[in-house]
């Protein structure tokens, strides 16, 4: 039996990418993107909205493209893969980490937006 590994998210950019080069010469581009949903109180009747925010990891002709394409406050469609970390910090404390891997991104609608898509 085989398992997956398969994240779907739509959301907005909250900061331009970075982009850097490993020693190998292959590109890296890291960005968080900001997902947010609404549900209604239900004591209060009013709308409570909950933003999680994503690390997302871009590699190699990928990252290129987002470092080229993408902005703060851009929506983007991005599939990948969760991975889990851990490190430790300078003060000795034992951090865990989340990240996602895209494997595919696509920019979505508004101003300057032109539907590019990459990846696959």
Do not use: C
């Not at 997302?56 to 893969?81: Q, W």
């Not at 970390?85 to 951090?95: Q, V």
């Amino acid at each position: 039996m085989s398992s997956v590994n398969k994240v779907i998210l739509i959301g907005n950019l909250g900061r331009d990418p970075e982009v850097r080069y490993m020693q190998n010469g292959k590109a890296v581009a890291n960005v968080s993107i900001a997902t947010t949903s609404r549900r209604k109180d239900k004591s209060s009747g009013e709308f409570i909205e909950d933003t999680q925010w994503h690390r997302v990891t871009f590699y190699e002709r990928l990252a290129e493209i987002a470092g080229e394409y993408l902005k703060k406050g851009k929506t983007v469609y991005i599939e990948g893969a969760i991975k889990y970390g851990r490190y430790t910090d300078k003060d000795g404390i034992d951090k865990n980490t989340v990240e996602i891997i895209a494997t595919s991104m696509q920019m979505l609608g508004g101003r300057d937006s032109d539907g590019k898509s990459a990846g696959g």
